[in-house]
């Protein structure tokens, strides 16, 4: 069956423009999860869905950053204002369900680029 | 907070060795271990879920095993061959946090013939 997708796979913006990323989970996967992985650091979580709520969100690095999740399935993360240092990849991942008996599959990721 | 390290960070061998990678936690009260590889360019891809009731997973010429008392678990790769090549990562489940992983930095593996 198809796997967790991301769009766009490549994104290169200016500093100061906003930008929104969009993770399509496996089918069925109520959990969904948003890690980033910068050049030389490992990777780092960013938020946690489950169906349309965020019981986690305490990785996100500002307040420019948000996610949102809709009808349990389509996630957007949105850097307004987006800075060099936000260039990283972005993973999403999604699991059938929370909790730490469920492997979580990952996406490609997309690979954003501030210039 | 969860520290996940990951030993070595990077290794090279020729084709047909057998090897072991190792990663290490300092939080004992985590409940599963998940191992990952890493394709340059590439998203993850799952290769090894432990369980915490668990000591051991087996998957063709992989095993992995966990040992949550001394917070280690290793990744022994049998018979390697050059499209093994790539970075392999651990990643910890804690169970108070709701299934967000703990990643190590990875080891960066390079077989070659």
């Known amino acids: 069956g198809a796997g967790v997708s991301q769009s766009p796979s490549n994104k290169v913006t200016e500093k100061g423009k906003d930008v929104e990323l969009r993770c399509d989970p496996i089918s069925g996967h109520t959990a969904l999860y948003w890690y980033r992985q910068s050049l030389g650091q490992g990777l780092e979580f960013l938020i946690y869905f489950q169906g349309n709520s965020a019981p986690d969100k305490s990785g996100l690095p500002s307040d420019r950053f948000s996610a949102e999740r809709t009808g349990g399935s389509v996630s957007t993360l949105t850097i307004q204002r987006t800075q060099q240092e936000d260039s990283a990849v972005y993973l999403c991942?999604?699991?059938?369900?929370?909790?730490?008996?469920?492997?979580?599959?990952f996406g490609p990721g997309t690979r954003l680029t501030v210039l | 907070k969860q520290e996940v390290t990951q030993i070595p960070a990077a290794l090279s061998v020729p084709e047909g060795e057998n090897l072991v990678l190792n990663c290490s936690f300092t939080d004992s009260a985590i409940y599963n271990l998940q191992w990952f590889r890493q394709d340059p360019g590439k998203g993850l891809t799952s290769l090894l879920l432990i369980q915490s009731s668990q000591r051991e997973q087996t998957s063709g010429r992989l095993n992995a095993s966990l040992d949550k008392s001394s917070g280690r678990s290793t990744l022994y790769i049998a018979a390697s061959q050059p499209g093994d090549s790539a970075t392999y990562l651990c990643a910890a489940y804690r169970g108070s946090t709701l299934g967000r992983l703990y990643f190590g930095r990875g080891t960066q593996l390079t077989v070659w013939p």
């Open positions: 991942a999604s699991s059938f369900a929370s909790g730490s008996s469920y492997e979580q599959f």
